[in-house]
């Protein structure tokens, strides 16, 4: 599904306008001339989250299958909006779940993943977001969700750190209850 593409909201726009005025810049010098517009776009692309729904991202892509293994997808890449600082975060996202005969289209866990970033987020809620989704559409036997994120707030500013990634994990049922299924998982995505 493609974001919601609508005429950027002027209001937005507008407030665009009066944050360089307030940043001391000129809106109307001829490089930012068309900033508040691109940037009204862009933001509203960053949260075009909020303007979808699950069931909408699956359109009924959930097969019966008779097939109970693990399904892992990992290396989603993901951006998102830190909710404290409304700066980007982004990383990766590994995915696992053991169906109970019923597998998902393999391209809606990233259309899941993607959704639930393009909001204001923290990095727990997002994972636990994600894995819920997972957990309501499928009833697997487990689900787990493992995130990467380097986020910007900690880099470019504040305690300006470039090296630590935040990892957070959201496991259900059997990852949560069995530990060699868990360490399993943990090591097809490489993380001990
Ligand atoms: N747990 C968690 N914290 C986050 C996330 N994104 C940003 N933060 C943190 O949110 C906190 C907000 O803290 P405040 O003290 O209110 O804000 P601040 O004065 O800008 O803090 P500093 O970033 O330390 O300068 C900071 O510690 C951020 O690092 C996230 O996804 N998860
Ligand atoms: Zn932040």
Excluded at 45 to 56: A, I, K, M, P, R
Aim: charge should be negative; include cysteine.
């Amino acid at each position: 599904m493609k974001p919601k593409q609508e005429p950027p909201n002027p209001e937005l726009e507008d407030l665009f306008t009066k944050i360089i005025e307030n940043l001391g810049e000129d809106p109307s010098r001829q490089g930012l001339m068309k900033t508040p517009l691109r940037a009204a776009k862009a933001m509203e692309f960053l949260t075009s989250g909020y303007h979808q729904n699950v069931d909408e991202i699956l359109n009924a892509a959930i097969f019966e299958e008779d097939y109970d293994e693990m399904v892992i997808v990992k290396e989603i890449e993901f951006y998102s909006l830190c909710e404290h600082h409304i700066l980007p975060f982004w990383g990766k996202c590994h995915v696992g779940y053991l169906p109970r005969n019923q597998i998902i289209g393999l391209s809606k866990i990233p259309r899941i993943v993607d959704m639930f970033s393009r909001r204001l987020q923290v990095q727990e809620r997002l994972t636990r977001e994600i894995a819920e989704a997972l957990e309501t559409a499928l009833d697997p036997r487990g689900v787990a969700v493992v995130m990467e994120g380097q986020h910007l707030c900690m880099m470019a500013r504040g305690v300006e750190k470039q090296a630590p990634r935040m990892t957070t994990n959201v496991m259900r049922g059997a990852f949560r209850e069995d530990s060699s299924t868990r360490a399993e998982f943990l090591r097809c995505v490489q993380i001990s």
